[in-house]
């Protein structure tokens, strides 16, 4: 078992930072950090979002350097994980995560595929739940963090990867998984794992749309929007 040290945590903290302040610029950040030799590889850069209260994470696979580091901001605050664990290149993945009385399990294919998160324990924060998608060198990952209205209400966190988006909607303690696509005008469609359908637009760094859910007789529906932090 290696020990992989906190060396670049702060490097990483501050990219973070630095590109989530750039998207409430005028402009949002299209910058891709992601190496182009790591595109069809477990290393890169993995960017997602956190329900369970509302935040994104970032996780880094030798990247840029030989540093394993994950990073969630969660309501504006900053959790910084290092991992014990064996990682090799092209290599099926599994790697324990811990920050404090906090941890999560993060595994991927050998080829970057599959990325998840599981065995999530964050203290403040429970039943909290996390999606993501790899980055890579020609596919910029955004994340978007919102809420959703009407017939019912909560959180409502979007990632998009080119043409796929997936989400988590958080209605109290009950979180369902949101699957959808984006076409070329940036107008997308789904639906929730609730049967609940939805659809909306991306405009620069906002997404915003309605969402309808019908079970027999009864109609729920409503708005959703949210606002690119990452």
């Known amino acids: 078992m290696r020990s992989f040290l906190p060396a670049g945590l702060m490097a990483l903290c501050t990219l973070l930072l630095l590109q989530c302040s750039k998207v409430n ?42 540093n394993i580091l994950a990073t969630i901001r969660i309501d504006g605050r900053l959790y910084q994980f290092t991992t014990i664990g064996t990682l090799e290149a092209n290599k099926p993945t599994e790697l324990l995560f811990k920050s404090g009385n906090s941890y999560f399990t993060f595994s991927v294919d050998a080829d970057g595929g599959n990325a998840a998160i599981s065995g999530i324990h964050m203290e403040g924060h429970p039943d909290a739940g996390i999606i993501l998608f790899k980055e890579r060198s020609d596919a910029l990952v955004r994340c978007y963090e919102g809420s959703f209205t009407g017939s019912q209400e909560g959180t409502w966190n979007l990632i998009v990867k080119g043409v796929q988006l997936q989400g988590l909607v958080r209605n109290g303690n009950t979180t369902t998984l949101a699957t959808g696509l984006v076409n070329p005008d940036q107008s997308i469609f789904g639906e929730v794992s609730s049967g609940a359908t939805f659809d909306g637009k991306i405009v620069r760094d906002k997404v915003f749309g309605t969402w309808k859910n019908e079970t027999g007789n009864i109609v729920e529906n409503g708005n959703w929007e949210g606002v690119r932090t990452y």
């Open 25 to 66: 610029d005028a402009a949002p950040n299209v910058v891709l950090t992601a190496r182009a030799e790591h595109n069809t590889s477990n290393y890169g850069l993995y960017k997602g979002v956190f329900v369970g209260s509302t935040g994104i994470i970032l996780i880094s696979l030798r990247n840029e350097n030989d």
